[in-house]
Structure formats: structure tokens, C-alpha cells
């Protein structure tokens, strides 16, 4: 694939990632009481924030590369270019996340005053479409990325080594397993603030079918776009499912 063509991809799958990801966040926080809940691995690392005190930003930048750091563990040896790649992938990604926070919450009101506080059934099921097209909408991201596999985002490289590693393609099952390290973050979250928060129906709907969506746009999202230079372990030659 042409570098320029790749780039582009690249861009576009970051932009919606960022802005699915808020979504869910957003959604979550202006229905109350809050029922909705975030994408998983949003809401635990937003909870692991709150926890120690950390805006997004660095939340994320950390937790990231303490997951490129399983990845490496995955594959069973350090790559510094794949972890160079996980990290510039980071630094953007957190820096979007915390603009559209601030843009979905009004910080920016010359352009968009925010997501009101919902009131009445009507727009509690607004904002439920909206959390579920957040998740919709990481899925598609996670699918046009992966195959564009420039640089990933750390939780979505580990998606990608379990699924190509360990579950013959399937990427449901390997979102599932990638979900580990959040519900341990999440614990430990809870067992520092007693507080349970950005988890609910949102964050059940992603559990479910966000693998499912991923591995439904990889056929019906860019169709011609398939997994470029697949690289789950030195020991296990892939090919795309």
C-alpha cells in the first residue's frame, strides 16, 4: 500500500476511534442517574483517572505502554519498532480524546455548546443511540487500522496478537480476551475509590458486540482494504481469516 494512501487511513480510523471513544464517555455522564456507561477499556481506564488523579490524557498515554509492554510479552520478544509505533499512536490518540471530551462537553461553545443533561425518556434513548454508535463507531475504527497496521493503538495490537496468535482469526473471541487487562484496572479502581462509575448497558453492548462489529467491517468497511504485514510472534506465520 502506498505510504500516503496508508496515512490517510490512518487518520481517518484515529479521528473516529477518538470521537467513539467521548461518545460513549459523554453519553454516559448526562443521563441521570447514569445507566449507559462507556466503551470497556474507556471506562476502566477512566475510572483508573479518577483513581489516581490523572486527567485522560495521561491516563491513557500510560496504560498504553503498559500494555505495549504485554504485547511484547505475547509475542515473546521486545520489538522497539512495534513499541515506537504503539506510542505514536498514543500521543495523538490522547490528545484527541481530551479535545473531544472538552468539544462534547461545551469547552468549545462558539462552535458547540455540549451535550446537555438529558431529561425525559426521549433523550435518554437519544443518548442510548449515540453510546452504541460510539461503540459502533471504535469497532469500524479497530477494523480500518488493524489492516492498515501502520502503527496501532496498544489494546487494539493486543486484540490483534490474540486474535492472528491464539483464536485462528476470530475476532470476537479475541476482544473478549483482550478485555482482561480493563476489568483488572476497573477492580482495582473500585477498590481505591469504592466507586463503580462509566460502567452499564453501553459498556455491556461493547463487551458484546464490539468484537463482532470489528470483524463485520473488515468484509463491509473499505472491502478491498485487507491485513497488511501481519506480525503476531516470529514463531506464527498468519494469514488473514
Same mark, same amino acid.
Given at each position: ?24 464517555l459523554? $453519553? ?21 483517572a ?25 509475542i515473546?520478544?521486545w ?30 461553545p462558539?462552535?458547540? $455548546?455540549g ?8 433523550? /435518554? ?17 479497530i ?7 501502520l502503527?496501532l493503538? =496498544?489494546?487494539? /495490537? ?22 482482561? =487487562? ?5 477492580i482495582?479502581?473500585?477498590?481505591? $475509590? ?12 461493547a ?6 462489529? $470489528?470483524?463485520?467491517?473488515d468484509?463491509?468497511?473499505? =472491502? ?6 501481519? /506480525? ?8 488473514? /481469516?
Open positions: 500500500m502506498p505510504m500516503s494512501k496508508a496515512i490517510a487511513f490512518f487518520i481517518l480510523s484515529l479521528v473516529i476511534n477518538s470521537a467513539g471513544n467521548v461518545l460513549t459523554v $453519553t454516559s455522564t448526562q443521563i441521570r442517574p447514569s445507566f449507559l456507561g462507556a466503551a470497556y477499556w474507556t471506562a476502566a481506564e477512566a475510572n483508573m479518577t483513581a489516581v488523579h490523572w486527567n485522560l490524557f495521561w491516563t491513557f498515554l500510560i496504560i498504553g505502554f503498559l500494555t505495549a509492554v504485554l504485547n511484547a510479552i505475547l515473546h520478544h520489538d522497539w519498532k512495534r513499541i515506537t509505533g504503539n506510542m505514536i499512536f498514543m500521543v495523538p490518540f490522547s490528545a484527541l480524546i481530551q479535545f473531544f471530551e472538552n468539544f462534547f462537553l461545551g469547552q468549545y462558539a462552535v458547540f $455548546t451535550f446537555p443533561v438529558a431529561h425525559g425518556w426521549g433523550m /435518554d434513548l437519544l443518548y442510548v443511540a449515540l453510546n452504541f454508535l460510539g461503540v459502533a463507531l471504535i469497532a469500524t475504527a477494523s480500518i487500522y488493524q489492516r492498515v497496521n502503527v493503538h =496498544p489494546a487494539d /495490537d493486543l486484540m490483534q496478537i490474540l486474535r492472528f496468535r491464539y483464536f485462528k482469526g476470530q475476532a470476537a473471541k479475541a476482544m473478549w480476551a483482550s478485555y482482561i =487487562p480493563p476489568t483488572l484496572m476497573a482495582i479502581a473500585l477498590v481505591i $475509590t469504592r466507586q463503580f462509575t462509566n460502567f452499564g448497558l453501553g459498556t455491556l453492548f463487551f458484546v458486540a464490539q468484537g463482532g462489529i $470489528t470483524g463485520i467491517a468484509k463491509w468497511v473499505f =472491502p478491498k482494504l485487507k491485513h497488511q504485514a501481519l /506480525d503476531v510472534g516470529r514463531d506464527v506465520p498468519v494469514k488473514e /481469516d
